[in-house]
């Protein structure tokens, strides 16, 4: 399996669930590389923003920020290698984050198998256009479903794929989050949700920030919007807990 690399090792670590359903629950993560969006303020794009690719990023204006060395930020494990991994943690919560998990199907339903024989608990973070196989669905606890809006900066085409969501939304094994960015952002977000026939009680609104005061300057009219919808809000609780970093 690819995974992403973290200060030099395969990025697995311990820490908080810090959005949506699962929101404050311990959990282990398993960070996948590679991902067939490229949201503009994605927080993981060293999953991947390729040098010689051409997708945009809110970093391109920082002197500092250059895109990634391919070779140097994907590590291959195998099942029991990234399992030993995975066990020296107090927890039995696993989260299969990226990146986007589901386009490595193959590989991970042995790794589910074996975390499943184990006693643990599994959740796939997806941004929702890709169909799991029966076999990965059979070991899923929980899907974190993140369908992306125009301010990723993805094309309407590759960002909504409508079969993907109605498997999704007949799941009682699913959650969707959508990041708002501004107010702007409502009347996609409620056409979308038409359109796919949405249940709103699954559905999460989260303020699109990589800090604490962006998020905070986002956070109350979109509660109020959750208020009057009946959606559920999510806040990005690791952020205001550890900052813009990973591994927490």
Known sequence: MKLAVLNNEPEVFYSIQGEGASLGKPAIFVRLSLCNLHCVWCDTDYTWNWKGTKFKHNNDNK???????????????????????????????????????????????????????????????????????????????????SPKLSNSNNELKLRIKENALSFFNSTPKSFFKFVIDTEKDLAELFQIIERNSLTKDKIYLMPQGTNAEQLRSKRDWLIDICKESGFNFTDRLHIHLYGDKRGV
């Open 63 to 145: 002197p500092e920020y250059t895109k990634f060395e391919k070779e140097r930020w994907i590590t291959e494990l195998e099942d029991d290698e990234l399992f030993e991994k995975v066990k020296v943690f107090p927890c039995k919560r696993v989260i299969i984050t990226g990146g986007e998990p589901l386009m490595q199907q193959k590989q991970l339903v042995s790794f589910m198998r074996l975390l499943k024989e184990n006693g643990y608990t599994i959740e796939v973070e997806t941004n929702g256009t890709l169909l799991p196989n029966e076999s990965i669905d059979t070991h899923v606890d929980q899907y974190n479903v």
